[in-house]
């Protein structure tokens, strides 16, 4: 392939999206080696380049056209405000889920974002958080930072925060709670609009597929059960499944038949209970590796 149709696309470099994004690449079936502190890396089998950069810079990156695409946390896009400047998201890619939160502490009374009037908060979102106060008409000051926020208001910093919260751990460990929940993200694949060649546009049609190949085989799992006969349609209707189950017969002429489905939804133990309670036996939930519907 002519060197020039190669697509770079960029991926944090360290952090908490690293090692999610190589094993989405991984698994899409992108085979690249990042060799000791190497920041380039060529994918052998796909007219891709990976480079590993700061999660921050990738708005930037792709708004410059220095990378064609990039997996990031949505919400650097949204504090970039680069989806204005043609920056566009492609696909949510199901990990690295947070919400920026604005935090008081534990002690604080709150009823509404009025309460927020005059009160100085720390963030490192600055642009989302003065969007979400000039929607409510809230005057504030902002503290900036670049890590650490959850300490301002013990330091006598701030009042309160406006950070990024998955489990809600770090802001109990340190005396505060959730408020408001003023954007909502998760890793996407971005890439600047109308920036790629058409052949470009195939590659990342192809990858988009594969990425949803896998994420649909993280969600899905393969049943297999042996059900007697006169049984199988009160079991069919119990498996969470997409489609009509496949029924096959068992050898030596079985009153049992096997009952296979691809389930859609996960496979719970009082599912599987239930099933059994109805004659199922054997029962086997397995995990599906890949996926092309
Ligand atoms: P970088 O130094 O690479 O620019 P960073 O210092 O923000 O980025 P991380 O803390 O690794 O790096 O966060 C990267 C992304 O992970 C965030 O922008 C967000 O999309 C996602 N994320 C998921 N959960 C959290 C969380 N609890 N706190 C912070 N980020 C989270």
Redesign the pocket.
């Given at each position: 392939m002519n060197p020039s149709k190669r697509i770079t696309l960029a991926i944090?470099?360290k952090?908490?999206?690293f090692d999610d994004s190589v094993s989405l690449l991984k698994a899409s079936g992108l085979d690249f080696r990042f060799a000791d502190g190497q920041l380039r890396s060529p994918v052998r089998n796909y007219p891709i380049d990976l480079i590993r950069v700061?999660?921050?810079?990738i708005p930037t990156l792709l708004e410059k056209q220095v990378v064609d695409i990039g997996i990031v946390?949505?919400?650097?896009l949204i504090e970039k405000q680069v989806c204005n400047e043609g920056v566009e998201v492609l696909s949510k890619l199901n990990f690295?889920?947070?919400e920026l939160c604005i935090a008081v502490p534990e002690a604080s009374a709150y009823s509404g974002p009025a309460d927020l009037d005059g009160v100085r908060i720390a963030t490192s979102y600055p642009n989302t958080l003065a969007d979400f106060m000039r929607r409510n008409s809230i005057d504030y000051s902002a503290v900036q930072l670049s890590g650490s926020i959850e300490v301002a208001p013990g330091a006598g910093l701030a009042d309160a925060v406006c950070d990024?919260?998955?489990t809600g751990g770090t802001l109990r460990a340190n005396g505060l709670r959730a408020v408001e929940t003023i954007a909502t993200?998760e890793?996407v694949l971005a890439c600047r609009r109308g920036g790629l060649e058409l052949e470009q546009q195939k590659s990342v049609d192809r990858l988009i597929d594969r990425f949803n190949g896998v994420k649909q085989a993280q969600e899905t799992k393969y049943i297999m059960l042996h059900a007697p006969t006169g049984a199988v349609e009160d079991i069919a209707a119990i498996i969470p499944s997409a489609e009509t189950p496949t029924v096959l017969e068992l050898s030596g002429g079985s009153s049992q038949v096997a009952v296979h489905a691809v389930c859609n939804e996960p496979v719970f133990w009082d599912t599987m209970e239930t099933l059994r309670s109805k004659g199922a036996t054997s029962i086997l939930v397995l995990p599906i590796e890949k996926m092309l519907e």
């Open positions: 944090q470099s952090g908490r999206l700061r999660n921050d810079d946390g949505e919400n650097t690295g889920a947070c990024l919260v998955s993200s890793a």
